[in-house]
């Protein structure tokens, strides 16, 4: 079965200090994982996806995302945090046609 | 501007009733989806569809229904059979797999209320 988790309800940072927020999957053959984030009342935008290739990979707004086939994860970065990153993160897995979704890290950046 | 749109906003129904949610995409995209949110819950999928005139369900298709008649169209109905209505409801589309594995791009939601 294929599945998503985000061990992290809520993660707090101060501005300027680098932020790490994980994800986890399970999948039985290659995993295609995908970061999006929400803001309040919005829907959903897309900030990087692993397909295959290099373990870093880098996306919108400075954000990256490190693939860890050992661990089975693919946890979002970024060397500096801005308060305007405060929002909801989901990472995504794709399958067989299909997106799954973790349940979100709703990320805060303090001034 | 490519995109994808739904309608409306807000919506909001009483008891009994069924409504129709909108969701259209001119990214020329094959794959469509509908989802749920919900507070701590994430996203769960509803229906999806690859193709025009087919769909598939998802994990809490019940007291949902949709219809692919059109590539750019992909129509939620929420029936008076589901029994938790209120939630924000979110289209997404993508490429198809056939196509390289692409990101969904998502509409700006409608909140639905039931009274």
């Known amino acids: 079965a294929q599945s998503v988790a985000q061990p992290e309800d809520q993660v707090n940072v101060a501005e300027g200090n680098p932020l790490t927020v994980k994800c986890t999957y399970s999948?039985?053959?290659?995993?295609?994982l995908f970061w999006y984030v929400q803001y309040p009342n919005r829907g959903l935008q897309f900030l990087l996806k692993?397909?295959?290739?290099?373990?870093l990979v880098k996306g919108s707004y400075g954000f990256e995302a490190e693939f860890n086939k050992s661990q089975t994860s693919f946890h979002l970065k970024k060397p500096s945090a801005l308060v305007s990153d405060s929002a909801l993160y989901f990472c995504?897995?794709?399958?067989?046609?299909?997106?799954?979704f973790g349940s979100g890290t709703k990320l805060n950046v303090k001034p | 501007d490519g995109g994808i749109t739904q309608s409306p906003k807000y919506l909001f129904r009483k008891e009994g009733q069924n409504v129709t949610l909108s969701c259209e995409q001119n990214?020329?995209?094959?794959?469509m989806y509908w989802y749920r949110q919900d507070p701590g819950q994430g996203l769960r999928l509803i229906y999806y569809?690859?193709?025009?005139?087919?769909?598939q369900k998802g994990d809490i298709a019940e007291g949902y229904s949709v219809s692919r008649e059109k590539k750019e169209s992909f129509p939620l109905t929420v029936t008076s059979a589901q029994k938790n209505p209120t939630a924000f409801y979110l289209c997404?589309?993508?490429?198809?797999?056939?196509?390289?594995?692409?990101?969904?791009?998502f509409g700006p939601g409608t909140r639905l209320t039931v009274l």
């Open positions: 997404a589309s993508s490429y198809h797999r056939d196509r390289g594995y692409n990101e969904q791009f």
């Open positions: 999948v039985s053959g290659n995993p295609y």
């Open positions: 692993y397909i295959t290739g290099d373990n």
């Open positions: 995504a897995l794709y399958n067989f046609n299909k997106f799954y």
């Open positions: 990214l020329n995209h094959d794959a």
């Open positions: 569809s690859q193709i025009v005139n087919d769909f």
